[in-house]
């Protein structure tokens, strides 16, 4: 197990609640063995002060789909830097950064950007009422984070410090189960103002074994029109409420127009974030002319509508990583690199599995362009203890996995790493089960989640 220097965790938390800036690269995310602390990336590799080299897997939150230190990314930004970077007026790059987008994304007629997600799902929410005239929202139970405002934490047990009245205007149902939405309908006749949800996770609207794979996308499926998403629209459509996708996660990685093309749906409103720029602070509302005008300034003598108003949203390097990213996408079918990388990640880490008979206990599920793997103990529950383990194990092997996000970068060469890696891990996690015991091989404190009440 590596070593790393106590004092620069100490330092960490001594000036940065929670030692680092988002929750999800705090201590208790990783186990023990994991870097403190990074320094520096490149490629599909992180590299800490020591100079040790992980083969990395979480990519920056998600966010790098193309690698870390992409050259062509960073002289894009190093040209709008030395333009100014943050001009008083909007700049011919946010044009153009605008302009892509609304080409990009059918749905999309204008954009406004920011710098991070909880603006732009918060600006969504604020859009929908405004348009509808109504108070609530509706999310579904599954999908994890939309917003650190209150309308959202709030409905987490992470509630101190936020208003709770907030809260008790978004409304909770369960994805893929369209009777739960309809109740809240049927509850709150006339005062939902949009339903807002993310098209997939590992779980997706259908089930049909075709959807999982980029030969045949869902788009141009026979069962399209049956499943969950078209659902939510048309029971939107019905009760005059919005329908609002958030792709924070799975925006341009599971398709380059969107994961609402490529599962032939289109919302009102939209929202985007994570991998627009390799990395660099980019996100995105989007939707239809009627509603997303009424942010404008030109129609005199129209209630106003402050939709979002950011200082650093159209910063002009940040906008130019997103438009070269973009470019880098296509060019170099990328979005096709994820599926064929993930479906041979997924057959040869389930393969292994299979053959030390732990099939059932340890997998990758979902669709290949994110696949996300599941760890169960001796009685097949879900278990984090046994998840610690295998992260644990994986960094014996300097693989660095929280979770699946591929890039651009990973190549046959980190495929071989990878599978390499997991079969030592799959040994320990086979011992660990046969013994009916992880604590006598877990070396580190169980990795906790995000939204818990208490440290």
């Avoid at 149902?173 to 949800?197: D, R």
Wanted: aromatic fraction near 10%; glycine fraction near 8%; proline fraction near 4%.
């Amino acid at each position: 197990m590596m070593k790393y220097s106590i004092s620069l965790s100490e330092r960490l938390h001594k000036v940065i609640p929670g030692g680092a800036h988002t929750y999800s690269r705090g201590d208790d995310q990783f186990p023990l063995n994991a870097p403190a602390i990074l320094e520096r990336g490149e490629g599909c590799y992180a590299f800490d002060p020591n100079g040790n080299k992980f083969l990395d897997y979480g990519m920056g939150l998600r966010s790098v789909n193309i690698g870390y230190g992409n050259k062509e990314v960073a002289d894009a930004i190093y040209k709008e830097a030395l333009k100014g970077n943050n001009l008083t007026r909007a700049s011919v790059t946010e044009l153009e950064a605008a302009e892509l987008f609304v080409s990009t994304i059918p749905a999309v007629d204008m954009v406004k950007f920011a710098k991070h997600g909880s603006t732009v799902t918060t600006a969504a929410m604020k859009l929908a009422r405004a348009y509808t005239g109504r108070k609530y929202i509706a999310i579904p139970k599954e999908h994890p984070f939309f917003s650190f405002d209150d309308w959202f934490i709030g409905t987490t047990v992470m509630q101190k410090g936020s208003l709770t009245e907030t809260s008790e205007y978004t409304l909770v149902f369960n994805y893929n189960n369209i009777e739960s939405l309809q109740l809240l309908f049927e509850k709150y006749p006339n005062q939902i103002a949009g339903v807002m949800l993310e098209p997939a996770t590992t779980t997706g609207p259908c089930d049909h074994s075709c959807s999982r794979t980029n030969k045949l996308n869902c788009a141009n499926c026979p069962n399209n029109q049956s499943h969950f998403l078209h659902k939510v629209k048309a029971l939107c459509k019905s009760n005059d409420a919005l329908f609002i996708l958030d792709e924070m996660i799975t925006g341009f990685r599971w398709h380059f127009n969107g994961a609402q093309t490529y599962f032939g749906i289109e919302p009102d409103l939209t929202t985007f974030g994570k991998a627009m720029a390799n990395g660099f602070a980019v996100a995105a509302l989007g939707g239809k002319k009627e509603i997303m005008e009424l942010g404008s300034i030109k129609n005199e003598g129209a209630e106003r509508v402050f939709l979002t108003s950011t200082t650093h949203g159209a910063e002009m390097s940040a906008l130019a990583a997103y438009i070269k990213t973009s470019e880098i996408l296509i060019r170099d079918k990328v979005i096709d690199h994820f599926w064929q990388y993930g479906q041979q990640l997924m057959d040869g880490f389930n393969d292994l599995a299979k053959s030390k008979g732990i099939g059932e206990f340890l997998y990758m599920e979902g669709y290949p362009c994110s696949p996300n793997y599941i760890v169960k103990d001796s009685e097949k529950v879900i278990s984090m203890a046994y998840r610690t383990l295998f992260a644990e194990q994986m960094l014996e092997s300097n693989v660095l996995m929280p979770y699946i996000a591929i890039s651009a970068s990973h190549s046959n060469t980190e495929l071989d790493i990878t599978l390499n890696a997991a079969e030592k891990a799959m040994n320990i996690i086979v011992q660990a089960l046969n013994d009916k015991s992880v604590a006598n091989y877990l070396k580190s404190p169980i990795i906790k989640p995000v939204f818990r009440k208490f440290n």
